[in-house]
């Protein structure tokens, strides 16, 4: 068995290249990448074309909380978890992840919400289900950053190199920052409050561009 971590950090990098636990925890959030960014790249044109508008959005906020609520209700009565430990996942339960991120690629599901609503149905305890949607965090964002960089290079100049490396940076430090708060949070509470305020939202969005 892992030793549960209090929170999400990097001490176990260092020794990724002797330390099977950490190659295996690589191997996860790789195989937890795949699946959306496979999705993503095949059918980014179709999500765009269809799913970018106003009253599509906010269909999918209130959807999100409406599962959100569901499964809070199934974990409160059927979710032992299984795994208690992001050390103790196997590529099975990574994979299962992964499959449950794809669900963000529709405009208005948060992929957090995805994540971490996904790794508490297929086993994974509240917290590790945030903790592992947290790492998962750092490859999806360094690709969509590359991809971006990639798309828009004849817009960028090597000036301009600076300033997005430090934004990166800085974004990755109030992530961090963030996450640790919100593991605290959800070691004594549920979700529900995040479902309340995406119904909210999705109803001044949709009354909003309904007018």
């Known amino acids: 068995m892992g030793v549960t971590r209090t929170g999400p950090d990097f001490r176990g990098v260092s020794g990724l290249a002797r330390d099977p636990v950490q190659q295996r925890f690589a191997t996860n959030l790789f195989v937890a990448f795949l699946p959306a960014a496979i999705v993503g790249l095949a059918f980014q044109s179709q999500i765009k074309a269809?799913?970018?508008?106003?009253?599509?959005?906010?269909?999918?906020?209130?959807?999100?909380?409406?599962?959100?609520?569901?499964?809070?209700?199934?974990?409160?009565?059927?979710?032992?978890?299984?795994?208690?430990?992001?050390?103790?996942?196997?590529?099975?339960?990574?994979?299962k992840v992964g499959l449950a991120q794809c669900f963000s690629l529709i405009p208005g599901t948060s992929r957090s919400g995805a994540t971490i609503m996904g790794g508490m149905i297929f086993g994974l305890s509240r917290r590790v289900a945030t903790e592992f949607s947290f790492f998962l965090a750092v490859p999806i964002m360094f690709a969509a950053s590359c991809y971006q960089l990639v798309k828009y290079r004849d817009l960028l100049?090597?000036?301009?190199?600076?300033?997005?490396?430090?934004?990166?940076?800085?974004?990755?430090?109030?992530?961090?920052?963030?996450?640790?708060?919100?593991?605290?949070?959800?070691?004594?509470?549920?979700?529900?409050?995040?479902?309340?305020?995406?119904?909210?939202?999705?109803?001044?969005?949709?009354?909003y561009f309904s007018r």
Do not use: C, Q
């Open 157 to 207: 100049s090597r000036d301009d190199l600076g300033p997005f490396a430090v934004g990166f940076v800085v974004s990755f430090i109030a992530a961090l920052v963030a996450v640790k708060a919100l593991i605290r949070y959800v070691a004594h509470h549920d979700f529900k409050a995040f479902a309340w305020y995406r119904i909210v939202l999705g109803i001044v969005v949709l009354g």
């Open 50 to 95: 269809y799913l970018f508008n106003p009253v599509s959005v906010a269909v999918a906020l209130v959807v999100g909380a409406i599962v959100i609520f569901a499964v809070e209700r199934w974990y409160a009565k059927h979710g032992a978890p299984g795994v208690t430990s992001v050390d103790d996942m196997t590529w099975k339960d990574a994979l």
